[in-house]
């Protein structure tokens, strides 16, 4: 069965402090990551996406990993900042249809 | 530059009750969808759209409906509301199919009891 699932669940870190977040699906056949952040009360807004031929991009203070091998991603960010609080959601595409899988998301605080 | 507009923001409806969720999109794009997300759940695809005139259902289709008549337009409706149908529902478009970048609404907080 396709499935994505995130780790934590829940995530309180400092402000300034760095962080990573996991991916792992088990979707195939595979087409693209996205990440998505959340902010509360809101849609899901796209940060970034990997295909199947990247390993690590980066956007600002955000870099995602792909290893297609073993099926997981990360999302690292860097000197976080208050802004940063919302939920971070992984979204594995098929190549079979046009079916998304989304995963439940984890929920960023960052404290000052 | 307004995006993806959904209405309304709240709405509290009674158990058998019907409502239409509605949505417009102005970036001229041909594919559209609308999920519910639970709480601590993923995103769940309710029903999608590749065009004018052409729907097809998610995967979690029943107790809901959709049409769309323009490229602009996706509504939703409702029949005969159920207290599982408490969730907030998003309407999200997008350029080209599935894999492709989706552009959310503000998302629809529906309780139903």
């Known amino acids: 069965k396709n499935q994505v699932e995130q780790s934590p669940q829940s995530l309180i870190i400092l402000e300034g402090k760095n962080c990573t977040l996991q991916?792992?699906?088990?979707?195939?056949?595979?087409?693209?990551l996205r990440w998505y952040k959340q902010d509360t009360g809101r849609g899901p807004v796209s940060l970034t996406i990997?295909?199947?031929s990247e390993n690590t991009k980066s956007n600002g203070r955000y870099t995602a990993t792909l290893d297609a091998d073993t099926k997981q991603s990360s999302l690292h960010i860097t000197a976080s900042q208050l802004s940063d609080s919302a939920s971070y959601i992984c979204?594995?595409?098929?190549?079979?249809?046009?079916?998304?899988?989304w995963g439940a998301g984890t929920k960023l605080i960052i404290k000052p | 530059n307004a995006g993806v507009t959904q209405t309304p923001k709240f709405r509290i409806l009674k158990i058998g009750q019907s409502m239409t969720l509605q949505c417009a999109q102005d970036?001229?794009?041909?594919?559209m969808y609308w999920y519910r997300q639970d709480p601590g759940m993923g995103l769940k695809l309710i029903y999608y759209?590749?065009?004018?005139?052409?729907?097809d259902k998610g995967e979690v289709p029943n107790g809901y409906n959709v049409s769309r008549s323009t490229t602009e337009d996706f509504p939703l409706r409702l029949e005969l509301a159920a207290p599982s149908q408490t969730s907030v529902y998003f309407c999200?478009?997008?350029?080209?199919?599935?894999?492709?970048?989706?552009?959310f609404g503000q998302g629809t907080r529906l309780t139903v009891v």
């Open positions: 759209s590749v065009g004018a005139g052409i729907t």
């Open positions: 999200a478009s997008s350029y080209s199919k599935g894999d492709t970048e989706a552009f």
């Open positions: 970036m001229n794009h041909n594919y």
């Open positions: 979204v594995v595409s098929s190549d079979s249809n046009y079916q998304l899988i």
């Open positions: 990997m295909t199947f």
């Open positions: 991916c792992n699906y088990t979707v195939s056949p595979f087409s693209n």
